[in-house]
């Protein structure tokens, strides 16, 4: 083979790996991988989920200001989990390094009433609330995925999907203020550098879903069947 030819052939192999990775570290592609890497089986890894969550929350804070509420409260439900944790370490029960039995902890030592009243601040509470916000996004970003409206309208219908019947007034106000800052998609992808072109970004957009999916299946089955799906409105 040529020298020439042969070089030809090799950049044509070496070009689409070298896609491959560049594609890899978006930030929507390595939340993904990030939020993948928490689960086993039908359980969690709380260290890892946690670290997924926060990153997801700092790239969040970068898609504009509307979306800093949202990211705020999340940091906040995470904080819940940790302080959560943290009490019961000190009160014997050990490290949980499973969301399953860092739930299963918090039942046996009778923290929650039946019905799934939880007690608050306490980690089902925080798991409760920051699996509902990131359903949140997932509903968001499933519909950009199929082109449907433009984001501040994505933004409302995902709020009335995941969000707003848990939502008091107070909550629901903050959410209008916030979503009336919405900005394009455009402006959202190029504020926070997610990806070089629109069709790029709702590939990472899709792989992104399709991780959260998986997450809070397994999320919502162990709050459900530890009855801790608490139904009451927040402020």
């Known amino acids: 083979m040529r020298p020439r ?26 939340s993904a991988v990030a939020f993948n ?24 804070s970068q898609f504009g200001r509307f979306a800093v509420p949202s990211a705020s409260e999340v940091r ?15 009160k014997g029960k050990g490290i949980q390094k499973t969301m399953r039995a860092l739930l299963q902890a918090e039942v046996a030592l009778g923290l ?13 509470m925080g798991v409760l609330w920051t699996r509902r916000g990131l359903a949140f996004w997932m509903e968001v970003f499933q519909m950009e995925v199929e082109k449907s409206a433009n984001l501040k309208d994505q933004m409302g219908k995902a709020y009335e999907r995941t ?6 007034f107070i909550s629901r106000r903050a959410f209008s203020v916030a979503a009336g800052a919405t900005p ?27 991780a959260l999916k998986k997450v809070l299946k397994s999320m919502h089955a162990m709050q459900v069947q530890l009855d801790l799906e608490d139904k009451r409105r927040s402020v």
């Not at 394009?184 to 879903?209: F, I, Y």
């Open 5 to 30: 030819v042969a070089t030809l052939v090799l950049f044509c192999l070496a070009a689409p790996a070298a896609l491959a990775g560049r594609a890899a570290q978006r930030p929507l592609r390595r």
């Open 37 to 60: 890497e928490c689960c086993k089986g039908s359980d969690i890894d709380m260290t890892k989920f946690l670290r997924a969550a926060k990153q997801y929350c700092e790239l969040a």
């Open 76 to 90: 906040r439900c995470i904080e819940k989990i940790e302080q959560g944790a943290k009490k019961l370490e000190s």
């Open 112 to 124: 929650h009433r039946p019905g799934g009243e939880l007690a608050d601040p306490s980690a089902a």
């Open 163 to 168: 969000l707003s019947s848990f939502h008091g």
């Open 184 to 210: 394009s998609w455009e402006q959202m992808r190029t504020n926070a550098d997610l990806a070089p072109t629109e069709d790029e970004l709702r590939d990472d957009l899709k792989v992104w879903a399709g």
